[in-house]
């Protein structure tokens, strides 16, 4: 078995053998019984695949760990949804993106938005998410704007949108601690 780059690359050869000496002489078509098995090594150690045919291959592709396969391999976006709730004052949201390809670089092209006032964004584009990268957005709600914020934000990375959406409420407290409502702040 050979590895590159320490992420489990490379090819194994893997050999089914029954274990059982009397079903390697005679196995029934379209029936498995008695004990076969066949032991594959990879990053966890030997894993114990259960029942197979009697035959030997060679297996080319990645050996990896359950782990690796929920995070890598795509791109994550932290938050997606920005809510603000109440808005009484100014407040910066950081919306992280990380290229969890381990060798693919992601373009991130453009932002567009839909109905962005009350908001400003830090537009880093055009930028280049080499693999494992991360880079922050940042995206600040202003304490002046529509009464209702609702904004999504559209992130071009590789030629799919990654919407990002904005929201919250405008409210202004009076001295007395009364909450006023729809005022157009």
Do not use: C
């Not at 059982?20 to 379209?30: K, Q, Y």
């Not at 949108?161 to 202004?172: E, L, M, N, Q």
């Amino acid at each position: 078995m050979t590895t590159r780059n320490g992420f489990g690359e490379g090819s194994a050869t893997i050999a089914l053998l029954p274990t059982d000496p009397l079903m390697a002489r005679n196995p029934r078509a379209g029936e498995v019984s008695g004990t076969w098995h066949t032991d594959i090594i990879n990053l966890a150690g030997s894993i114990d695949t259960g029942y197979s045919a009697d035959i030997s291959s060679t297996v080319n592709g990645v050996l990896s760990s359950y782990a690796d396969t929920l995070l890598f391999g795509r791109l994550w976006i932290d938050p997606i949804d920005i809510d603000k709730g109440l808005i009484v004052a100014a407040s910066t949201t950081a919306v992280s993106i990380w290229n969890a390809y381990q060798s693919v670089n992601k373009p991130f092209s453009s932002i567009s938005v839909i109905s962005p006032g009350g908001t400003t964004i830090v537009n880093p584009t055009p930028y280049n998410l080499h693999p494992t990268a991360v880079i922050d957005v940042n995206i600040t709600v202003l304490r002046a704007g529509p009464t209702v914020q609702y904004t999504t934000y559209g992130f071009d990375i590789d030629a799919v949108i990654y919407p990002i959406i904005v929201r919250g409420t405008r409210v202004a407290i009076t001295s007395t601690g009364n909450i006023l409502f729809g005022l157009g702040l």
